[in-house]
């Protein structure tokens, strides 16, 4: 099944995440990754969902989720039109005879090491989920201790915006 990203605008409001999941599990619909921030505009957040469907139950969806009343908008991100990103903290194994070459490979992927232990350290790595998947896949020989990973997070390409209309009000 594809994977899709829909963008959706909605009011902060408590109990709107909880009533949009359940649209999708409701469907038995695995989400991938969720992400929720707060936007450019005071009272409106952004969900980011990630799911793996078919483009006619999506449909279905989206046309539920629309007539949520604080559901402001939706965009399904085209991924040669938007730009995607995930963000993982990783602690991975880098003893003293170990660590320069994982320092190495945190080089190579343009993440930074924000933790430091006698024993691991830990590595923050943000990119699309190609880069994310080669980088674990580079440090597993040294083995990884923990990883946190975040919900994707998109945003379309170009000048427009999905909060436009909302701004000119």
Sequence with gaps: ?????????????PGLLTRVAGLFARRGFNIESLAVGVTEVPGLSRITVAVDVDELPLEQVTKQLNKLVNVIKIVELDPAQSVQRDH???????????????????????????????????????????????????????????????????????????TERVLRG
């Design 1 to 13: 099944m594809p994977s899709h990203v829909l963008s959706l605008l909605v009011e902060d409001k």
């Design 88 to 162: 993982i903290l990783v602690k991975v194994r880098a003893d003293n005879a170990t660590r320069s070459s994982v320092v190495e490979v945190v080089n190579l992927f343009r993440a930074s090491i924000v933790d430091y232990a006698p024993d691991a350290v830990v590595v923050e790595v943000t990119g699309d989920r190609g880069k994310v998947e080669a980088f674990l896949k580079a440090v597993e020989p040294f083995g990884i201790k923990e990883l946190a990973q975040s919900g994707l997070v998109a945003v379309g390409r170009g000048g427009k915006s999905i």
